[in-house]
Nanobody
Framework: QVQLVESGGGLVQAGGSLRLSCAAS????????MGWFRQAPGKEREFVAG????????YYAASVKDRFAISRDNARNTVYLQMNSLKPEDTAVYYC??????????????????????WGQGTQVTVST
C-alpha cells in the first residue's frame, strides 16, 4: 500500500503562484512514476504533469506547459508541482498519483488515469479574478 498526501493548495489571485507537495509513504517512492491530475466541478479528471522515476523525463498538458513545473525529491519521498501565472481556469482539486507498473513512459502513458495505482485525496486550488 502507498499513502499519498497532497498539500499546498489554497486561494490565490490570477497571476499568482502556488507550490503543491505530495508526500508518499509505504513503498519505495523511487520505483514509481508520479503524476498530477486535476478535476474541476462538473468535469472529468485530467492530466496535468508527470515525472519519471529518476526525474529526468517530464510531461505536461498543453494547457499548463511553460507555467507549471513538476519535480521530485526521492530522498524526501515527495513530488512537487510549482504553478505560476495561475488563471481562473486552473481552479480545481489537484490530485497526485503513483504508478508502479508503467514501462513505456510515453506522454500517452502518463496521461492515462489507469496507468496509476495509488491516488491522494486531493487539494483544492482556487484562482480568483
Amino acid at each position: 500500500q502507498v499513502q499519498l498526501v497532497e498539500s499546498g493548495g489554497g486561494l490565490v489571485q490570477a497571476g499568482g503562484s502556488l507550490r503543491l507537495s505530495c508526500a508518499a509513504s509505504g513503498r519505495t517512492f523511487s520505483s514509481a512514476v508520479m503524476g498530477w491530475f486535476r478535476q474541476a466541478p462538473g468535469k472529468e479528471r485530467e492530466f496535468v504533469a508527470g515525472i519519471s522515476r529518476g526525474g529526468g523525463r517530464k510531461y505536461y498538458a498543453a494547457s499548463v506547459k511553460d507555467r507549471f513545473a513538476i519535480s521530485r525529491d526521492n530522498a524526501r519521498n515527495t513530488v512537487y508541482l510549482q504553478m505560476n501565472s495561475l488563471k481562473p481556469e486552473d481552479t480545481a482539486v489537484y490530485y497526485c498519483a503513483a504508478g508502479f507498473r508503467m514501462t513505456l513512459e510515453r506522454y500517452s502513458d502518463y496521461a492515462l488515469k489507469s496507468g496509476y495505482d495509488y491516488w491522494g485525496q486531493g487539494t483544492q486550488v482556487t484562482v480568483s479574478t
